[in-house]
T-cell receptor, first 115, second 116 residues
């Protein structure tokens, strides 16, 4: 089946650091990728939607200058958390879909901890 | 805007017993509905989805769900649970994004515990 790889699975860094998370579709070309954030014991909240070669569409309340999303190819999207602070600590999950009306396939998530 | 309610935060069932997880949605048109399962520290796996047609949907791992428009519900069922079914279950409703894919709105999840 469709596989989405997310890297790293866990990152711990100091406040003020920028962190990049990669999301790769391994066996299909992802025309659309989604980035979610999940707080402990809570649901997933959509942060942004990106189409290959286009700017990401951010959900209301998500700072686009804080969470930089690049979808440079059909198999790779990156989320960069710039100047991360402890309140950015969370579980970030990406998903990818290969066409219109196709289901999303999720990565295994990245646990980000900012000290 | 669409929304999803999962009334049960935590459910405990015995192995071999039947299971029903509740999901209610709010959406202005015919919804796209999904059930996902999440194991600790991992991403989500799609169990099943409803787009149109037969209101009883079969999924993987022996799960099924029934879409009931009159009740705005999409409950997940399994006749006999296995210990490996212990996980977090999320119901979601999809809205077509600008790119033609579903923007998913998730419920708060139901944590399933299986006891021997």
């Amino acid at each position: 089946g469709a596989v989405v790889s997310q890297h790293p699975s866990r990152v711990i860094c100091k406040s003020g650091t920028s962190v990049k998370i990669e999301c790769r579709s391994l066996d299909f070309q992802a025309t659309t990728m989604f980035w979610y954030r999940q707080f402990p014991k809570q649901s997933l909240m959509l942060m942004a939607t990106s189409n290959e070669g286009s700017k990401a569409t951010y959900e209301q309340g998500v700072e686009k200058d804080k969470f930089l999303i690049n979808h440079a190819s059909l198999t790779l999207s990156t989320l960069t958390v710039t100047s991360a602070h402890p309140e950015d600590s969370s579980f970030y999950i990406c998903s990818a879909a290969w066409g219109r009306n196709q289901p999303q396939h999720f990565g295994d998530g990245t646990r980000l901890s900012i000290l | 805007a669409q929304s999803v309610t999962q009334p049960d935060i935590h459910i405990t069932v015995s192995e071999g017993a039947s299971l029903e997880l509740r999901c209610n949605y709010s959406y202005g048109a015919t919804p796209y509905l999904f059930w996902y399962v999440q194991s600790p520290g991992q991403g989500l796996q799609l169990l099943l989805k409803y787009f149109s047609g037969d209101t009883l949907v079969q999924g993987i791992k022996g799960f099924e769900a029934e879409f009931k428009r009159s009740q705005s519900s999409f409950n997940l069922r399994k006749p006999s649970v296995h210990w490996s079914d212990a996980a977090e279950y999320f119901c979601a409703v999809g809205d077509i994004s600008n790119f033609g894919n579903e923007k998913l709105t998730f419920g708060t999840g139901t944590r399933l515990t299986i006891i021997p």
